[in-house]
């Protein structure tokens, strides 16, 4: 009986390898035709909505609190600091929003803050020529206002006006 028992297993798992192999190309090929339209219908609605000509978008991120212990900067100073050092250098535009965060200081401490958000876009093709200007945005603000950094993150993206 035992000789039996061990017969039948491996027949049963020969045709179950079998069946498995004889399958899965028509399995696999299901999926592949499955996977090629959807790459190719994600391909034509990112091409028909894309938009626009190649930007860069740079964001900065100015807190409030001075780490000396001094007066937290004002809307007045900020939108001031702006019109002064920010919009010379971006006269096309630009967006402030204003925000709340937290960072870990240089002594470890935990910083909450009111804090704004300059969003500048430019084309991609001047990103060598804008960069030194946002770097004297950065400078500038910390210097006037005491701070140890000016967050920045850059992302391109598709612009449409």
Same mark, same amino acid.
Request: proline share 5%.
């Given at each position: 009986?035992?000789?039996?028992?061990?017969?039948?297993?491996?027949?049963?798992?020969?045709?179950?390898?079998?069946?498995?192999?004889?399958?899965?190309?028509?399995?696999?090929?299901? =999926?592949?035709?499955?996977?090629?339209?959807?790459?190719?219908?994600?391909?034509?609605?990112?091409?028909?909505?894309?938009?626009?000509?190649?930007?860069?978008?740079?964001?900065?991120?100015?807190?409030?609190?001075?780490?000396?212990?001094?007066?937290?900067?004002?809307?007045?100073?900020?939108?001031?600091?702006?019109?002064?050092?920010?919009?010379?250098?971006?006269?096309?535009?630009?967006?402030?929003?204003?925000?709340?965060?937290?960072?870990?200081?240089? &002594?470890?401490?935990?910083?909450?803050?009111?804090?704004?958000? =300059?969003?500048?876009?430019?084309?991609?093709?001047?990103?060598?020529?804008?960069?030194?200007?946002?770097?004297?945005?950065?400078?500038?603000?910390?210097?006037?206002?005491?701070?140890?950094?000016?967050?920045? =993150?850059?992302?391109?993206? &598709?612009?449409?006006?």
């Amino acid at each position: 009986m035992p000789l039996l028992t061990t017969t039948r297993s491996r027949l049963a798992l020969t045709t179950a390898t079998v069946l498995l192999a004889a399958g899965a190309p028509a399995a696999y090929a299901t =999926l592949g035709d499955q996977a090629a339209a959807t790459a190719t219908a994600t391909a034509t609605a990112t091409a028909a909505t894309a938009r626009g000509a190649a930007y860069l978008e740079t964001r900065l991120l100015f807190g409030t609190e001075r780490p000396d212990g001094g007066p937290a900067v004002t809307d007045q100073q900020f939108m001031a600091f702006v019109d002064r050092e920010v919009t010379p250098a971006f006269p096309e535009g630009l967006t402030v929003q204003e925000g709340r965060g937290q960072w870990r200081d240089a &002594s470890g401490r935990i910083e909450r803050e009111r804090s704004y958000e =300059l969003i500048l876009l430019y084309p991609a093709g001047e990103a060598k020529a804008r960069d030194p200007r946002i770097e004297r945005i950065r400078d500038a603000y910390e210097r006037a206002f005491g701070q140890e950094s000016v967050a920045r =993150l850059d992302e391109r993206t &598709s612009v449409d006006f």
